[in-house]
Structures are given as C-alpha cells and as structure tokens.
Nanobody, 122 residues
Framework: QVQLVESGGGLVQAGGSLRLSCAGS????????MGWFRQAPGKEREFVAA????????YYVDSVKGRFTISRDNAKNTVHLQMNSLKPEDTAVYYC???????????????WGQGTQVTVSS
C-alpha cells in the first residue's frame, strides 16, 4: 500500500515556473514507477510524465517536452515535477500516481494522490 500527497501547486503567470512534489508513504515506494497526470476543467485526465523506479527512464507527453522535468528521490520517498515556461493551457489539477511500469496509461497506476491545483494566468 502506498499513500501519495501532492504539494506545490498555485497561481503563476504565463512563462513562470512551479515545482510540484509528491510525498509517498511506505517502505515499498522505491519499487514503483511514478507518474504525473492532469485534469483540466471539462476535460478528461491526461498523462503528463512518468519515471521508472530507479529514475533511469523518463517519459513525457509531447506538449510538455523541453518544459517539464520529472525526478525522484527514493531516499526521501518523493517525486518532483519541475514545470518551466508555463502556459495557460497547463492549468489543471495535477495528480501523482504509483504503478508497475513507466506508462502513459492510467490503468497501469494503482495508487493516486488527491491532486494539487495549478493555475496559469495569461
């Protein structure tokens, strides 16, 4: 069992940066691949980024490549999403999730956090 808590969301102007964090509980945290997803108002939840259990592999949706960076610190049971050059279309609730492999598919992830709001103003 893994419990996840996101933090770091907020309001930022377009072009600005935010760093999201996801704190995990449980001794098995390092065994899981971790992902970030987001859901904008009126839209379905979509994949953003994922990282393997070791941190050696990462995967991004095309719309955030070159702007977002996912990283993890297994010693601290945390995963981060550094978001630079933010755009209004990045506005959404961001969720972290723990799963069995690096994947953009929600079904791969068994554990989810409650989400943190990111709002980018134009």
């Amino acid at each position: 069992q893994v419990q996840l808590v996101e933090s770091g969301g907020g309001l930022v102007q377009a072009g600005g940066s935010l760093r999201l964090s996801c704190a995990g509980s449980g001794r098995t945290f390092s065994r899981y691949a971790m992902g970030w997803f987001r859901q904008a108002p009126g839209k379905e939840r979509e994949f953003v980024a994922a990282i393997s259990w070791s941190g050696g592999s990462t995967y991004y949706v095309d719309s955030v490549k070159g702007r977002f960076t996912i990283s993890r610190d297994n010693a601290k049971n945390t995963v981060h999403l550094q978001m630079n050059s933010l755009k209004p279309e990045d506005t959404a609730v961001y969720y972290c999730a723990a799963g069995s492999s690096v994947s953009g598919t929600e079904d791969t992830y068994a554990y989810w956090g409650q989400g943190t709001q990111v709002t980018v103003s134009s």
